[in-house]
């Protein structure tokens, strides 16, 4: 079974600075998808980013970038010019064909004015 | 074109009560899985359903049930309610095949006293 380990329970950065998350799984499938989802106060589960494990290429949206390691099993988001915004808990999340995601315990960002 | 809903919002209830909490998928979408959030945890899988049918199940009790209509929309039935049910539930839409891609409902804020 697929693991989802986030190791930074809260978190703060300073607006307009940079801040990484930290993610790391267990699997032994080769081929899977891995993503970040952000889910502010207003509950909302919204994906940030995706990453597919077969693209050496890491993902990039706009001021969201992931850093995938894919040997080491770490998938970690950098947050760029950081905005009040992005306050939100952040979670790291495992799929692959039509099996349910896997999800970390998440990170609880706070974006400091 | 609506992403997921999800109603009821909010609902209180007694232990030993059963609830019904219902779910409508994105337009194209034909696949609805169903997460329960604890409070500072990340979701858990319930079960997923496809054509009308669950297709997968997590480690809950039979005490949780569902249901999918012909329109794709889902119910999830919680029978004989415990205090540990207390919990933000997920609805998540897929596209036939894309089950890894998920679109998240709001959530439906369940609590039980």
């Known amino acids: 079974a697929q693991t989802v380990t986030q190791s930074q329970p809260e978190m703060s950065v300073q607006e307009a600075e940079t801040v990484t998350l930290s993610c790391t799984y267990d699997?032994?499938?080769?081929?899977?998808?891995l993503f970040w989802y952000k889910q502010p106060p207003s509950r909302q589960m919204i994906l940030v980013i995706r990453q597919e494990a077969y693209k050496q290429q890491n993902a990039t949206e706009n001021r969201f970038s992931v850093n995938f390691q894919k040997a080491a099993k770490s998938f970690s988001l950098k947050i760029s010019d950081s905005q009040l915004g992005d306050t939100a808990m952040y979670f790291c999340a495992f799929g692959r064909g039509n099996t349910p995601l896997v999800f970390g315990k998440g990170t609880r960002l706070s974006v400091i004015a | 074109d609506a992403g997921v809903t999800q109603s009821p919002t909010h609902l209180i209830k007694t232990r030993g009560q059963q609830v019904t909490l219902r779910c409508s998928p994105k337009?194209?979408?034909?696949?609805v899985s169903w997460y329960q959030q604890a409070l500072g945890q990340g979701p858990q899988f319930i079960f997923q359903y496809y054509e009308e049918e669950e297709r997968q199940r997590g480690n809950f009790p039979d005490r949780f049930s569902g249901h999918q209509f012909p329109n794709y929309s889902s119910e999830l039935n919680v029978n004989a309610l415990l205090l540990g049910d207390s919990a933000l539930y997920l609805c998540a839409s897929s596209p036939a095949g894309v089950t890894y891609e998920q679109y998240f409902g709001p959530g439906t804020r369940l609590t039980v006293t």
């Open positions: 337009s194209g979408h034909d696949t």
């Open positions: 699997t032994s499938e080769n081929n899977y998808y």
